[in-house]
């Protein structure tokens, strides 16, 4: 099995509702099932780690001075968020998905998991975990029903 912060995250969202209620709510019972999956115990860290880390909303970030402005991203982010994904972000801040504070959140989610595969259905799934964990997460999931992370086929118009 592949190991990284990401497998183990789908891992558990996938299996959760399989897991007996006494280990979902125990740290150490959590851990076991998953290295009993077969995860390292250092991503299956990382990955309650990054969870955590989801309710955390930071310092508010200021104003831009023009509604106007574009974000440009750093090597770094370009190294983890291709062109797709960068132009994905753009679209649900324009849509009014995203604001600059929760696209500035996933991005620094998206950062954390260091996943080499990273891609637009992983993108979408960052998006929906950090829009659920905000206090206002119910009235920006509307759109939600359109995001789907499989591989489904394209629909032309």
């Known amino acids: 099995m592949k190991e990284n912060t990401l497998e183990v995250l789908f891992y558990l ?3 959760y ?6 280990a979902a709510e125990d740290r150490e019972s959590m851990d076991a099932y998953l290295q009993g999956a077969g995860f390292l115990p250092n991503e299956i ?4 780690n990054w969870l955590e880390s989801l309710g955390n909303t930071g310092p508010a970030l ?6 106007d402005s574009i974000r440009i991203f750093s090597p770094i982010e370009q190294r983890w968020l291709n062109t797709e994904c ?5 679209l649900l801040e ?9 696209r500035e ?6 950062l954390e998991l260091e996943d080499d595969d990273f891609d637009l259905a992983h993108l979408k799934w960052v998006v929906l975990m950090v829009l659920v964990n905000r206090p206002e997460g119910d009235n920006s999931l509307h ?3 359109e995001l789907n992370t499989d591989d489904a086929q394209p629909v032309y118009h």
């Open 45 to 48: 860290d990382r990955a309650f």
């Open 62 to 67: 200021l104003e831009t001075v023009c509604p």
């Open 143 to 145: 759109w939600a029903e």
């Open 86 to 90: 960068q132009s994905h972000l753009l």
């Open 94 to 102: 324009q849509a009014g998905v995203l604001n600059a504070e929760t």
């Open 105 to 110: 959140q996933v991005i620094d989610r998206v």
């Open 17 to 22: 509702p399989e897991i007996d209620d006494s």
């Open 13 to 15: 969202f996938d299996n």
